[in-house]
C-alpha cells in the first residue's frame, strides 16, 4: 500500500534530480482605490525572503485528452504558458490578498505569475504530495503595483 510519505518521498526525489531551481516571491496585494478593478491603485508588499526550490516545467499539452486541453477549452491557459510541478510542502498563492511570482533559472531571466485557478494540488490522506501550478510569462517581468 502506499503511503502519503512514501509518495511524497518519491516525488521529492523525482524533482530534486531533473528538476531546476525556482525563485519564490510572495506578496501582499492592498488596494487603495475605489475597486477592485482600479489596478492603478494595486499596491504589492514583499513579504518574507527569496525562496529558492527545485522544479519542473512542461510546455502546454494540446492533447485532446489531457487536463490541458480542457482548460485551453475554456480559455484558462494559452499555448504559451507552462506547468511547473513543485513539491506538496511548497507554499504558493494565485488570488486573494497573497500572490506568488516565479523566477525559473539561477540567475532567473523570466518571470511567471500563477494563472488564477491555476494551482491543482494532489494529497493522499490529508498529506500534499504535489503541486501542479499553471504559469504564465510576465513580458514587463514584474506585476503591475509591485515594489
Known sequence: MVSASN???DVASTI???GELIRLRHYEKSWSGTSD???EYITLQATGGTIWVKGM???ISDKAAGEDHKYLEQGIIRLDDKKLYLAGSV???STGSKITKIGIGSPTTDEYQIIER???TQSLGGTDVYHKIYIRYLTA????GEY
Open 7 to 9: 509518495l511524497m518521498a
Open 37 to 39: 478593478y482600479d489596478e
Open 16 to 18: 530534486q534530480s531533473n
Open 57 to 59: 516545467h512542461f510546455p
Open 141 to 144: 517581468g514584474s506585476f503591475i
Open 91 to 93: 507554499t504558493v498563492y
Open 118 to 120: 491555476g494551482i491543482q
